[in-house]
C-alpha cells in the first residue's frame, strides 16, 4: 500500500484513538470485573459456601414470602450454582421488584443487598454507561467505531506488527517502548478484540441493528420481525378459586424428569394472573434448564399449570431471537464451558486495556510535541488521561475495600475517590503516578481485608467456593503488581513532557 494511503489510515486511526482511548479504557476495565459478577459472591459473601448451593426444599420458603408479599404478580426462583452458591428469589409487586436469597445458615428467605450497593453490579452498568442517558446506546456506539479503530490500526501497523509477532523483537528501548508494547498488545490481543467489539455493539444497538432487517425483508412490518425472531406459545393455565401454594420443588422435580441427566434446573418462574372480566384468575409455572458445562439461560423450557399438567415443554430451546441474545451474552461474557475460558477472557480483557493505555499515552506525546502553544487545550488531555489512567484503578480498588469492610458503602466509596482524584490530577503534575502507586498498593492488600472482613483464610481450597475465593485473592495482587510495573513508566514520562 501507498505511504500517501496509509497515512490517511493512521489519521483515521489517530482521530479515533485519542477520541475513544479513555472511554474504552473505562469500558474495559470495568468489564474485566463484571466478567465475574456471578462468581463474586463467593469473594463478598464468603459464607455463603459450597453448601448453600445444595437444593433444599422451597416451598415452605416461597410460600412465606407470597404471604409477606400477597400482591406479588411475578416471582423467580434462580437456584444456587457453584459459581453463585445462593439460591436467589425475585419478586415484583405492584411493579416494585424485590431481592431475597436463602440464608445458608437459616434457611430463610433475606433480603439480599440492594442492587445500588452491589459493587459488582456497578461494574456492569459502568461497563454499559448506564449512569449516563442513553449510556448502552453509547457504549454500543463505542464498540462498533471501536471495530473501526481495530481495522484502521491493522491496516497501518500491519508491516511493523508482522516484525513483533516474536517477544524477541519486543525492544524495551526507552524511545519506542510504548510504540512496541502497543503494536505487540494489540496483535496478541486482535481476536480476542473482534470478539469484544462485535459482540457489545450488537448487543447494546440490537434495536437499531434490526431496524434495516424490518424495513428490507419484512416491508416495515415489525411485527413480522418479532414474530420470527420471538414465536409465541399461548399458554393458559386453569382457572383458581383462589391463590394457591406454589409447587415449586414438584415443578423443578417435574422438568427434570423430562429433561433426562444432561438438563440441570436454572430457574424457576411463577406469574400469576389476575381475574378479568374475559378469563378467571390463573398462573403458571415455567422452568428454564440449562446444558450441563454450558451456561446458556433456557437451553430447554417447561411450563407448567398448578397440577403440574404440561402446557408447553421445548428441549432446546428453537427460538431464533432468544438464542442470539443468549449466544451473544455468553460469548460476551465468557459465560461458557467453564471458569477457565472466563480467567482467558479476563487476561486478554486486562492487555487490551494496557493495549488502550499504552495507544493514548503514544497520541498523548505526540500532542504535546505539537501543540506546545495551546497549553490549555493539551492540558485539559493530560489531565483527562491521569484521571481515568490513575484515578480509575485506584477508586475502583478502594471500593474493593469497601465491599470487604464497609458492604454499605463500595458504590459510595468509588464515586467519592474518583472525584477526589479530579482534584489531584488538576492541581498535581506527578498525579498518575501517585495515583497509580497507589491504586497497586491497594490491590495488594485486597486480600488482607478479605481476611478482616470475611474472617477467613485468603487461599483457600478443596471446593468450588474455596478455588474462586482464591482466585479473586490472587487476581488482585497480580494486578496490583502489574499496575506497579506498567503504568509507573507512563506516568513518569508523561510528567516529564509536560
Not at 457489545?200 to 434495536?207: D, E, I, T
Not at 409465541?232 to 409447587?247: D, G
Amino acid at each position: 500500500m501507498k505511504a500517501k494511503k496509509r497515512n490517511r489510515f493512521w489519521r483515521l486511526h489517530s482521530l479515533l484513538g485519542i477520541s475513544l482511548g479513555l472511554p474504552l479504557f473505562v469500558i474495559f476495565l470495568a468489564g474485566t470485573l463484571a466478567l465475574f459478577e456471578p462468581e463474586s459472591l463467593n469473594w463478598t459473601n464468603a459464607n455463603f459456601d459450597d453448601s448453600a448451593a445444595k437444593q433444599g426444599a422451597l416451598n415452605g420458603v416461597v410460600s412465606n414470602l407470597l404471604e409477606k408479599h400477597p400482591q406479588t404478580d411475578e416471582l423467580s426462583v434462580v437456584l444456587a450454582t457453584p459459581e453463585r452458591p445462593v439460591t436467589d428469589i425475585y419478586l415484583e409487586e405492584a411493579h416494585h421488584p424485590t431481592h431475597y436469597w436463602i440464608d445458608p445458615q437459616s434457611g430463610e428467605a433475606t433480603l439480599a443487598t440492594d442492587h445500588d450497593a452491589d459493587l459488582f453490579h456497578f461494574f456492569v452498568d459502568l461497563h454499559y454507561f448506564e449512569f449516563l442517558p442513553y449510556g448502552i446506546q453509547l457504549s454500543g456506539l463505542i464498540a462498533a467505531l471501536f471495530f473501526a479503530l481495530i481495522l484502521t490500526g491493522a491496516v497501518y501497523q500491519w508491516r511493523s506488527m508482522k516484525q513483533d509477532i516474536h517477544p524477541r523483537n519486543l525492544s524495551l528501548q526507552r524511545k519506542s517502548r510504548w510504540k512496541k508494547v502497543h503494536r505487540f498488545t494489540s496483535l496478541l490481543t486482535l481476536p480476542f478484540q473482534v470478539i469484544y467489539s462485535v459482540t457489545g455493539a450488537s448487543l447494546a444497538l440490537g434495536l437499531f441493528l434490526a431496524a434495516p432487517a424490518v424495513w428490507v425483508f419484512f416491508d416495515g412490518d415489525q411485527a413480522g420481525l418479532n414474530e420470527v425472531l420471538f414465536p409465541e406459545h399461548m399458554v393458559q393455565a386453569e382457572p383458581l378459586s383462589e391463590r394457591p401454594s406454589f409447587p415449586v420443588d414438584e415443578a423443578r422435580a417435574k422438568a427434570t424428569s423430562l429433561w433426562g441427566e444432561s438438563v440441570e434446573p436454572l430457574i424457576i418462574h411463577i406469574e400469576h394472573t389476575e381475574a378479568t372480566e374475559e378469563a378467571a384468575a390463573s398462573h403458571t409455572l415455567m422452568v428454564q434448564g440449562k446444558q450441563k458445562g454450558l451456561h446458556f439461560v433456557g437451553n430447554s423450557v417447561v411450563t407448567l399449570d398448578e397440577s403440574l399438567n404440561v402446557l408447553h415443554s421445548q428441549s432446546p430451546t428453537s427460538h431464533l431471537g432468544p438464542m442470539m441474545i443468549e449466544g451473544l451474552v455468553n460469548v460476551h461474557f465468557a459465560a461458557f464451558n467453564g471458569f477457565f475460558i472466563k480467567i482467558i477472557f479476563a487476561f486478554f480483557g486486562l492487555i487490551v486495556s494496557l493495549s488502550i493505555g499504552a495507544g493514548v499515552y503514544i497520541f498523548l506525546q505526540r500532542l504535546l510535541q505539537g501543540e506546545e502553544d495551546q497549553g490549555r487545550k493539551t492540558r485539559f488531555l493530560v489531565v483527562t488521561t491521569n484521571w481515568v489512567l490513575g484515578g480509575l484503578p485506584l477508586a475502583v480498588a478502594l471500593a474493593l475495600h469497601a465491599a470487604q469492610l464497609l458492604p454499605d458503602w463500595p458504590v459510595k466509596v468509588f464515586w467519592v475517590v474518583t472525584g477526589l482524584s479530579l482534584a489531584l490530577t488538576v492541581f498535581c503534575r506527578r498525579a498518575l503516578l501517585y495515583l497509580s502507586l497507589l491504586a497497586a498498593g491497594a490491590f495488594v492488600l485486597l486480600p488482607l481485608s478479605f481476611f478482616m472482613g470475611q474472617g477467613q483464610s485468603s487461599l483457600q481450597m478443596g471446593d468450588a467456593h474455596g478455588w474462586m475465593v482464591s482466585f479473586f485473592n490472587i487476581f488482585f495482587v497480580v494486578m496490583g503488581l502489574s499496575l506497579a510495573l506498567l503504568v509507573r513508566q507512563i506516568g513518569r514520562r508523561t510528567e516529564s513532557a509536560e
